[in-house]
């Protein structure tokens, strides 16, 4: 037919897709390891669970979180990685890390919880590749949880 066009044959409705669904599942961030199998043991001490596993790939997990552990190293890119772990009760993982020995046991560096002025209590653990990890909980999480314990 002369003189009709499908929206996918006018260039005018480019980027005009109508989707229905932008319901996303999960995100996933690639963790570089140094030493693959002295990082699976730090994160399943930590308290991951090592779901799977390959030669270059582990899928780490707790809970709702996960990522993916890979058998890659470079230095730069290891040491700028930085995660994000939001929890329930920061002070719970920390004495776990403690508790655990992680910071002796893998040689690296903990800095104990402290409150943020931009909400959130959190501490830092550096992982044995270099990977900079803050696990925190919003502020008004940690005064509930507190009050539960009668703090």
Do not use: C
């Amino acid at each position: 037919m002369r003189g009709r066009q499908s929206a996918d044959d006018d260039p005018t409705q480019f980027g005009r897709l109508v989707v229905s669904n932008l319901t996303t599942v999960e995100v996933k961030a690639f963790v570089p390891a140094r030493d693959f199998a002295l990082s699976k043991q730090f994160y399943q001490d930590l308290g991951f669970e090592l779901a799977w596993s390959d030669d270059d790939l582990a899928y780490m997990r707790h809970g709702n979180s996960s990522f993916l552990l890979q058998n890659f190293y470079n230095d730069v890119h290891a040491g700028n990685f930085m995660m994000h772990l939001l929890v329930t009760d920061v002070d719970a993982w920390w004495h776990h890390v403690q508790a655990q020995g992680i910071a002796s046991k893998y040689d690296t560096k903990t800095e104990p919880p402290e409150d943020r002025p931009w909400g959130i209590r959190d501490f830092v653990l550096v992982d044995p590749t270099g990977v900079l990890w803050s696990i925190g909980q919003t502020i008004s999480t940690v005064r509930s949880v507190r009050a539960l314990r009668g703090l």
